[in-house]
Structures are given as C-alpha cells and as structure tokens.
C-alpha cells in the first residue's frame, strides 16, 4: 500500500486566499483524522472522520476552517479566508477501528502551509 | 481531557550509546503509540503498544497500563535517530471514543 497521501506537500499563499489541502486514507481504513503542527501548540487534532462521516470538530479553529469527506478514500481540509496565523504543518492520518476499539493510525507526510 | 507527559524534552548523546525516553500519562488508555518524526518532518510509526513490550531492531518499547507510562528503549544509537520522539494515547470513555492525543515530544540529537 502506498500510505496515506496528502496534496500538495507544500504550499505558499496570500492572505486572504482559499486553501485546500487533500488527502487520500489507506485504503480499507474507515477513520481519517486532520491534525496541525505548530512550535506553540505541538500536534493537534482538528477533526477527526468515522466512516466518512465526522465524529469530533472540536479542534477546528474557527470558521474559516471547514472539512468534507464525501468518500472513503477522498477527504479535504479548506481554509477561507487564510490567516499568517494558519501557517503550520498539516498531517492527516488513517486507521481501520473495529467498533469500540481503536488501533494504529498512520500519518501522511504533511502539507506545509505559509501564509504570507 | 488526558495529559501526556514526556521526559526528557531533550536529549543529546554520542553515537552508539544508549538511551530511554518516557511517556507518562493521566488516565487509563486503549491505544498508545510512539512515533519519531524525522528531519523532514514525516512521522513514522514505530510502535504499536498499548501493553506489554514489542522490540524492533534496536528499538524497544514497554508500556506498563496499570501504572500508566511507557518507556521507548533505543540501543547503540546512530545518526539517524536524530529527531522527535512522540507518545500518543487514546483513551474511551462513557462519552465514546476520544482523540489521538499527542504529548510533547523528545528532541534526541545524535552526534557522529
């Protein structure tokens, strides 16, 4: 299996633009989890997805953050407006969790995100 | 929510020697994994662990539930364990299934 892939592994944008940042889950895995990693606040979660349905936004920031997952192998993390604020590194991860239970999660390699 | 502990928050050693980081934590778990982040900042799996002690190569790992820590052991160290360690739980409760929680890592820096 290829692992989990995010899209684009970079990227460099304006303030005030529309970002969207993809990721594609190991296939045969049905939670999909969107984290962010900053200096001051470490690895957080954002939002994390059972089945392609969302279980827990409480991470989301605000707003301006919003995130779909209209299929099991397809999901996305949209920005609009971004903020400087928002620059951070954003992982997302995958696991197969049996009902009640909860086993490994793997991580995609990241996107990096600045915002000038 | 839970709290992960780890200690210490840096470590810098010669190559070839020994080294044991820990990971505390505030409340029972049913998941917790260790991860290294590289250089380049990807985050690798290293173990699964939620109990007991698994060994890879020259990493091994032992999380004792009951007293609530895990300890990751890595022998003869190369350069190329240079980076983040992180401990990560995940916990039930009543309410359901609860996050991946992070703690703050271990900076283990290698020196030739």
């Known amino acids: 299996d290829a692992g989990v892939i995010q899209s684009p592994r970079h990227e460099v944008t304006e303030m005030g633009q529309e970002v969207t940042l993809r990721c594609k889950p190991i296939?045969?895995?049905?939670?999909l989890f969107w984290y962010r990693q900053t200096m001051m606040r470490g690895l957080e979660l954002l939002i994390y997805f059972n089945n392609n349905v969302p279980i827990d936004d409480s991470g989301m920031p605000e707003d301006r953050f919003s995130a779909k997952m209209p299929n099991a192998s397809f999901s996305t993390l949209k920005i609009q407006p971004s903020e400087p604020r928002d620059s951070a590194v954003y992982f997302c991860?995958?696991?197969?969790?049996?009902?009640?239970?909860?086993?490994?999660?793997?991580f995609g390699q990241g996107t990096r995100l600045t915002v000038v | 929510g839970i709290q992960v502990e780890q200690s210490p928050p840096d470590l810098i050693l010669q190559e070839g020697a020994n080294s044991t980081l820990r990971c505390n934590f505030s409340d029972s778990v049913n998941n917790l994994q260790w991860f290294h982040q590289n250089p380049w900042g990807q985050l690798i799996n290293l173990f699964y662990i939620p109990s007991g002690t698994k060994q890879n190569g020259r990493l091994s790992a032992t999380t004792v539930a009951t007293e609530r820590y895990s300890l990751l052991y890595i022998s003869s160290s190369q350069t190329t364990d240079s980076g983040v360690y992180f401990c990560?739980?995940?916990?039930?409760?009543?309410?359901?299934?609860?996050?991946?929680?992070f703690g703050t890592g271990t900076r283990l820096t290698i020196i030739p």
């Open positions: 991860a995958s696991s197969h969790n049996p009902p009640a239970n909860w086993v490994e999660a793997f």
């Open positions: 296939s045969g895995h049905n939670s």
């Open positions: 990560a739980v995940e916990r039930t409760s009543n309410f359901g299934n609860e996050k991946l929680t």
